[in-house]
T-cell receptor, first 113, second 110 residues
Framework: GAGVSQSPSNKVTEKGKDVELRCDPI?????LYWYRQSLGQGLEFLIY????????KSGLPSDRFSAERTGGSVSTLTIQRTQQEDSAVYLC???????????FGPGTRLLVL | RKEVEQDPGPFNVPEGATVAFNCTYS??????FFWYRQDCRKEPKLLMS???SGNEDGRFTAQLNRASQYISLLIRDSKLSDSATYLC???????????FGTGTRLQVFP
């Protein structure tokens, strides 16, 4: 079946612009995660959605970052007023239920000039 | 103390060697454990789940030591294609989310 998809695959933007990153999880998966990975670094947790529960936003680095998940499926990560330090690969993952295996999308490579 | 800790390596081993990685975790109540593999500039992919009794998948063996709070991954007969970063994953403290270690880099040389 279809895996997790993300769009765009690459995004180049200018400092100060807003960007939206999209994630389509595997159908039927109730848990959805966003991570950030800078070059040569580990995964940095950003936000976690589980069903209809309030999301765990504890990893969002600043109020410029926000995410939503509509209808329990597609999720959008928005970064406002982008900064150069936001440049990274943004990875989305979904799992059938909480604490189960996470399946990752290919990521969006964001470059802020 | 970090919730999940791994030796970053790199571990440089010749083809055919056996290599083992450990990963320590701080939440004694953790129930879910996984090993993921991440190739350069690629997304992480599940290598194997880790079960209480230990489990094996071909050349790969995963074990859990609850008393000492660590999990291990053993790779036998290393192949060049095993070169990657291996990520340890554990469910976090007081939360459902899974916590990723920063990874152990393995380089297998001819």
């Amino acid at each position: 079946g279809a895996g997790v998809s993300q769009s765009p695959s690459n995004k180049v933007t200018e400092k100060g612009k807003d960007v939206e990153l999209r994630c389509d999880p595997i159908s039927g998966h109730t848990a959805l995660y966003w991570y950030r990975q800078s070059l040569g670094q580990g995964l940095e947790f950003l936000i976690y959605f589980q069903g209809n529960s309030a999301p765990d936003k504890s990893g969002l680095p600043s109020d410029r970052f926000s995410a939503e998940r509509t209808g329990g499926s597609v999720s959008t990560l928005t970064i406002q007023r982008t900064q150069q330090e936001d440049s990274a690969v943004y990875l989305c993952a979904s799992s059938r239920r909480r604490q189960e295996t996470q399946y990752f999308g290919p990521g969006t490579r964001l470059l802020v000039l | 103390r970090k919730e999940v800790e791994q030796d970053p390596g790199p571990f440089n081993v010749p083809e055919g060697a056996t290599v083992a990685f450990n990963c320590t975790y701080s939440n004694s109540a953790s129930q879910s454990f996984f090993w993921y593999r991440q190739d350069c500039r690629k997304e992480p992919k599940l290598l194997m789940s880790v079960y209480s009794s230990g489990n094996e998948d071909g050349r790969f063996t995963a074990q859990l030591n609850r008393a000492s709070q660590y999990i291990s991954l053993l790779i036998r007969d290393s192949k060049l294609s095993d070169s990657a970063t291996y990520l340890c994953v554990v469910n976090g403290y007081n939360t459902d989310k899974l916590i990723f270690g920063t990874g152990t880099r393995l380089q297998v040389f001819p």
